[in-house]
């Protein structure tokens, strides 16, 4: 069955780049899930989109942007990186829109390091 | 915001235990997910399940949504189980989906 992709798996950036991040949901899932997991610590929601439109905006810095796209997929931008970024990236996607609940199918993630 | 906590952090088996995970939260959800973390960072869905009893080979979970806790039941324990569990919840209907995960139960299964 076909899985979330995200691209790149790794990433390794200097301080002040910039990153961007790609998420191709599972076939027919129009909703899409950012989340930023810190070393030692649980997955934190950032950002979430339906059928297009930003959904939901959790702990989103100003300095990250994402938007998803007309094919589903979705990037995640993210400017004047900090040593803080460094983190794994996932991003999840679902059948459902906010509407209904429904279980989020987590992508491998990002590994991004910012040197 | 929805507390959710999980017992015990850590956990130390030794091969073919039997072990069970705790997961509270303080308030009524509408989506609850267990994930396995494994050493190589993946997420790995084990059960969509915000209420009633679900099982999988080795695994099970039990949702009491009206007790407000999940327990996650595993058996005969493989050094493959080793990891962290977490548990995630989505509060109430229209809340955007976002899931909120526990601080995990670091697994680790000794041969």
């Known amino acids: 069955a076909a899985g979330v992709i995200q691209s790149p798996r790794h990433l390794i950036k200097e301080k002040r780049e910039t990153a961007t991040l790609k998420c191709y949901p599972i076939?027919?899932?129009?909703?899409v899930y950012w989340y930023q997991q810190g070393p030692g610590q649980d997955p934190q929601f950032l950002i979430s989109?339906?059928?297009?439109?930003?959904?939901d905006k959790g702990s989103i810095p100003d300095r990250f942007s994402a938007q998803q796209f007309s094919d589903y997929h979705s990037e995640l931008n993210m400017s004047s990186l900090e040593l803080g970024d460094s983190a794994l990236y996932f991003c999840?996607?679902?059948?459902?829109?906010?509407?209904?609940?429904?279980?989020?199918?987590f992508g491998p993630g990002t590994r991004l390091t910012v040197l | 915001g929805i507390q959710v906590e999980q017992s015990p952090p850590d956990l130390i088996l030794q091969e073919g235990a039997n072990s069970t995970l705790r997961c509270n939260f303080s308030?009524?959800?509408?989506?609850l997910q267990w994930f396995h973390q494994n050493p190589w960072g993946q997420l790995i869905n084990l059960f969509y399940?915000?209420?009633g009893t679900k099982q999988n080979g080795r695994l099970s979970a039990t949702t009491v949504a009206t007790e407000r806790y999940s327990l996650l039941y595993i058996s005969s324990s493989q050094t493959t189980d080793s990891g962290v569990y977490f548990c995630?919840?989505?509060?109430?209907?229209?809340?955007?989906?976002?899931?909120?995960f526990g601080q995990g139960t670091e697994l680790s299964v000794k041969p």
């Open positions: 995630a919840v989505e509060q109430g209907y229209n809340q955007g989906g976002k899931l909120i």
């Open positions: 076939p027919r899932h129009d909703t």
């Open positions: 999840a996607s679902s059948p459902s829109g906010t509407r209904m609940s429904d279980t989020q199918y």
């Open positions: 399940i915000p209420s």
């Open positions: 989109f339906y059928e297009k439109m930003q959904s």
């Open positions: 308030d009524s959800v509408n989506n």
